[in-house]
């Protein structure tokens, strides 16, 4: 039994546990927690302002619902680390973002506390709400709690469930987690009143009279009676808008007083009527100076000193490729004045932040809601602009199609430029750019082109500038680049034509992407063998290069293609063209590297294209057996012990 001096957190292992505290403990809990969550990401890394906000949400939910029977839908996931403290997995909280440890998101193979997985923004409210009717239907009453943030509320996906929650009832609940605003002490009071009066069961039960009564009004007083009622609680609490959408609206609340939490989430929890809405207002990084201080709230940090918050970045030996973009994007919008930028939400991930600083007039940060930056980037390019819709390559996914409908179809020239191309290390699958070049490629009318290292991103910015014909898109990986010397501005490529690295005559590999500096080696290994090998940098998957193709497949007796990609992407199409132009009947051994079929789990990026089978060993490796060397089980296991 534990000491009347231990930890409160010592003692929980399970929301069960939780709940076995008073309601006067938990204030000492949540500080407990807020303490291990920073000492844990400071071993780590990871997303820490986000968690620390919600540190006494997450403890108060847990208290009051019935978790995991009710369930609990954490939006993105970035706050989720307290969730995962209070809920069996304390013990591997030090493990977070690493290979084999936890997933820095929610994740339903991991815990049953995990109900849905949730990487990308703007998902919970359909999800809680599917839950929520399936419940209904079972004639269950079990609830299912969203909690999203005000970011997350500039995605329409989130109003598009909000407009069909009322099918849920009282079996959903929605916690919108505001971090954007403060509440001064004298209305907090004011406000936790009105939220504590809003969700009692009597003030619903008497709104529903009101409603009963005011149908038997003549209409124009029914009418009268309604307006005024909405009024008074817009003037109130701002929530016409939810109520509109079927919601009962309660808040603005402090989301770190316990006293105004509690109450409040007790009388949601029974009510007979919903679904609703609770306003909770929160602070990024609170409870940790360095965090509060700091611009972005330590919204993702490397590992970091608890007593000082100092962060343990390495080094960089070469600028970012996110960097190396901004700069040239700039570069290029000094020259001319129609280029212009868009992001959704993300401004310093893609380096539109620094444009913006560069022209602050012609910078556009949309919030999370790709599909209006893709069709709002169309519009302008109908009108003689230039724009670059600088978005992550998973998170262009969520604008399929926009850019098949809005820009493809018309022949628009949007400019599509995709960071985190290839796996991307601790944020794991949910974040990689494996998909873009396959559902890009399938497209008519679309250039797409992959950088190898960032001189060649500097080429395709410009190039993209340039390209007037249609739209264009082009990847490029997280991370430093390899460290080359760059000049002020790229210097536009030719559209559809890759180029010659080194020449051989048994071997050629052409690849598409970063994986350039891994071909490279590869060949070195291969040539050390006796094995003359070509490497060519592909530069365009579409329109493909035929002539540096064909050349390849007919003067090399091994063809190797290698790409940061998923099937059906850049090895898919030689293979197409190889195969029509009857280039296999002369005996060529075409050989195609992508990503498996499998989401590879957070690790370092050399170990994650070590399990991809993407690095010069395993080119190597599949030269040799594509001419049937026997010693390749050899080669590979000798490889790795020296």
């Not at 969550?37 to 890394?45: F, L, Q, R, W």
């Not at 306003?279 to 990084?285: D, E, F, S």
């Not at 209006?372 to 980037?377: D, L, P």
């Amino acid at each position: 039994m534990s000491s009347p001096d231990t930890p409160l957190l010592d003692r929980i292992t399970y929301p069960s546990d939780l709940r076995q505290l008073k309601p006067a403990q938990l204030r000492q809990l949540a500080d407990e927690l807020r303490l291990e969550m920073i000492d844990a990401v400071s071993v780590t890394g990871g997303h820490l302002g986000a968690g620390l906000g919600v540190v006494e949400l997450t403890t108060a939910i847990h208290y009051v619902f019935n978790t995991p029977e009710d369930k609990l839908i954490w939006d993105v996931g970035h706050q989720c680390y307290p969730h995962k403290i209070l809920t069996g997995r304390r013990d591997r909280i030090r493990t977070l973002r690493q290979g084999g440890g936890l997933s820095g998101f929610t994740k339903r193979a991991e815990s049953e506390y995990d109900p849905f997985g949730a990487a990308h923004s703007s998902t919970s409210i359909s999800a809680a709400l599917g839950m929520a009717v399936a419940n209904k239907l079972s004639g269950d009453t079990r609830r299912a709690i969203a909690v999203i943030g005000d970011g997350a509320m500039s995605a329409g996906m989130a109003y598009e469930a909000m407009n069909n929650a009322e099918q849920a009832g009282n079996r959903l609940i929605v916690i919108l987690n505001d971090n954007d605003m403060s509440i001064a002490p004298p209305v907090g009071g004011l406000s936790a009143y009105l939220a504590r009066l809003l969700s009692s069961n009597s003030y619903l039960s008497l709104r529903d009279i009101g409603k009963v009564v005011a149908r038997r009004l003549p209409s124009s007083l029914a009418k009268a009676a309604q307006r005024a009622e909405e009024y008074a609680r817009g003037l109130a609490t701002g929530g016409t808008l939810f109520e509109e959408l079927g919601f009962y609206y309660i808040g603005p609340i402090d989301g770190h007083n316990l006293d105004h939490l509690l109450p409040v989430l007790e009388n949601v929890r029974d009510a007979k009527e919903g679904p609703v809405l609770i306003h909770v207002v929160t602070q990024k990084g609170k409870g940790y100076q360095p965090a509060e201080n700091s611009a972005d709230k330590y919204h993702g940090v490397a590992k970091f000193d608890v007593i000082t918050g100092k962060q343990h970045k390495p080094t960089p030996k070469a600028p970012s490729y996110t960097k190396v973009f901004a700069n040239a994007l700039i570069a290029e919008a000094k020259e001319d004045e129609k280029v212009v930028a868009i992001t959704g939400a993300m401004p310093s991930g893609t380096g539109v932040d620094a444009f913006q600083k560069a022209f602050p007039d012609r910078a556009f940060d949309v919030g999370i809601a790709e599909q209006h930056a893709v069709t709002f980037a169309a519009g302008l390019a109908t009108q003689g602009y230039r724009p670059f819709c600088a978005i992550y390559s998973t998170f262009l996914q969520r604008a399929y199609d926009q850019v098949v409908h809005d820009v493809a179809i018309q022949n628009l020239p949007v400019r599509f430029a995709m960071d985190r191309a290839g796996l991307v290390g601790a944020d794991g699958p949910t974040h990689a750019g494996s998909f873009d070049v396959a559902y890009l490629c399938t497209l008519p009318n679309l250039v797409v082109m992959a950088a190898a290292d960032e001189l060649e991103l500097m080429h395709m910015t410009a190039t993209a500038v340039h390209y007037n014909d249609g739209p264009i898109a082009f990847r490029y990986p997280r991370g430093e680049g390899i460290g080359l010397d760059l000049p002020e501005r790229g210097t536009p490529l030719e559209i559809g034509k890759g180029r010659i690295i080194r020449e051989g005559s048994k071997v050629a590999i052409l690849s598409f992407g970063a994986r350039l500096q891994e071909a490279l080696k590869a060949a070195d290994d291969l040539d050390k063998r006796g094995l003359s090998t070509t490497v060519a940098d592909a530069r365009f998957a579409k329109p493909l290069d035929e002539d540096l193709v064909r050349r390849l497949a007919r003067d090399h007796e091994v063809l190797i293609t290698i790409e940061e990609g998923a099937s059906g992407g850049f090895g898919a199409y030689v293979l197409h063209f190889v195969s029509d132009e009857g280039l296999l009947d002369d005996g060529l051994k075409l050989r195609t590297m992508r990503l498996p079929d499998t989401f590879i789990d957070q690790d370092k990026p050399d170990k994650m294209y070590d399990e991809a089978r993407l690095n010069a060993v395993h080119i190597v490796e599949t030269a040799r057996k594509a001419l049937g060397h026997n010693d390749v089980q050899n080669l590979q296991t000798n490889e790795r012990g020296a």
